[in-house]
């Protein structure tokens, strides 16, 4: 399962994607984590980042799949 979250840390936002397998948390890992500064860490803000790094994350997937590396790790299945 993915779980996309985006939070305050002082004065800078993170945004994260991760594949989080239940009953193994071992086996789950980070995706993509991005740190920004933005203007104001409205809700609005977020929500903007956590796009922009989830169509980032789609855009790698999509080019790892296409140079061949399709091979699924172990639990990633959707």
């Known amino acids: ?4 979250r985006a939070y305050a840390v002082l004065d800078r936002l993170v945004v ?6 239940p009953g193994d948390a071992g086996g789950s890992h980070l995706v993509i984590r991005e740190e920004r500064t933005l203007p104001d860490l409205t809700p609005a803000w977020a929500l903007r980042a956590l796009g922009d790094v ?6 790698l997937e999509t080019s790892r799949v ?3 590396g399709c091979v699924t790790p172990a639990g990633c299945e959707l």
């Open 1 to 4: 399962m993915l779980v996309s």
């Open 16 to 21: 994260e994607v991760t594949c989080v397998h």
């Open 54 to 59: 989830v169509d980032l994350a789609a855009t």
């Open 66 to 68: 296409a140079a061949g």
